[in-house]
């Protein structure tokens, strides 16, 4: 193949791509948020400088993405943290566990969303939304809410879904050293809100080593939100490289 040719590719095998060529379109993309009260101390000691905490807030996420270009369905569960960054309220990714190989790979790889392969659900149980993570055979969390029990403003839920989200981006160099680490900062784009719901929730989360959400633990439920809503994920930006003076 010609450097011509290969310089055209985006990602490797060659004969058969990790994954397509965005732009991702996401419809009916699901969402069960629940905002809670954690460990001030646990949050410092995992959020990167130079972003900036205000409250001890995390936002489990449970996703369910039965619709999108080039990637097919999948579900997704994770945490995500408040935080400040040069006076831009955003939220960072810390982890995310989801069930589809093309979308951990183009996670990874075009963007910086800290992906691991699991076994994230979301469905409705009697009159109860109900969200599970299970990583291998194991469970890990289980986060419920009642079922559509009051509706939700859609400018509060446009304002959720519409927050920026920041990621480390760290790849290995040849030499063992870090060859890049940035602070990325991704925000979705053409959003609209089809309904919006709040409602009573509860959230449980299991120790597991490599699956470590329990190390955020679940001190108070803040609020909770049930978010159906058509979204194109937004192409991510440097916004600090550790690597550099600057």
Partial sequence: MLKSEILKQITTPISAPAFPRGPYRFHNREYLNIIYRTDLEALRKIVPEPLELDVPYVRFEMMAMPDTTGLGAYT????????????????????????????IA???????????????KLFVDSDTLVGTLKYGTLPVATATMGYKHAPLGLKEAYKQIARPNFMLKIIQGYDGNPRICELIC??????TI????????????????????????????????HILTDLTLGTPKIVYDYLSDN
């Fill in 76 to 103: 997704e569960c994770g945490q995500a943290i408040p935080v400040r960054f040069n006076g831009v309220e955003g939220d960072y990714l810390h982890m995310m566990y989801l069930d589809n190989e093309p979308a």
């Fill in 106 to 120: 183009v996670g990874r790889e075009s963007s910086a969303y800290p992906k691991k392969l699991g076994s994230p």
């Fill in 186 to 191: 991704a925000e979705n784009t053409n959003i």
């Fill in 194 to 225: 089809h309904e919006a719901w709040t409602g009573s929730a509860r959230l449980q989360l299991f120790s597991h080593a490599l699956a470590p959400l329990s190390d955020l633990p679940v001190l108070e439920i803040i609020s909770a939100s």
